[in-house]
């Protein structure tokens, strides 16, 4: 059984930081990649960013990129999201999903399981 379990999240100033965590378990967990992806109140779930436990090989949104970095610790287990340069739009539920297929994704349906999520909150 896989479990996600995304902390970090909190209340922030424009401008500023946060780094958010995805604990992940279970025995398939590092043989597919892992995703965060955020949910804004009355918009549609958008992908953040992947990554690929063996390689690091990286995946970002385009507009996000340069802001937002992906990282994992396979000795832990635990993917990162480095976010900074915060803006009031990027106020979302933060989500980690580990993916379906061997190849990263930036299609919430190629994700087979999903964190119950983090709050990141960004004030102007």
């Known amino acids: 059984q896989v479990q996600l379990v995304e902390s970090g999240g909190g209340l922030v100033q424009a401008g500023g930081s946060l780094r958010l965590s995805c604990a992940a378990s279970?025995?398939?967990?590092?043989?597919?990649?892992m995703g965060w992806f955020r949910q804004a109140p009355g918009k549609e779930r958008e992908f953040v960013a992947a990554i690929i436990w063996s390689t690091g090989s990286t995946r970002y949104s385009d507009s996000l990129k340069g802001r937002f970095t992906i990282s994992r610790d396979n000795s832990k287990l635990t993917v990162y999201l480095q976010m900074s340069s915060l803006k009031p739009e990027d106020t979302a539920v933060y989500y980690c999903a580990r993916g379906t297929y061997s190849s990263s994704s930036s299609l919430a349906k190629d994700y087979s399981y999903w964190g119950q999520g983090t709050q990141v909150t960004v004030s102007s």
């Open positions: 279970g025995r398939t967990v590092s043989s597919f990649p």
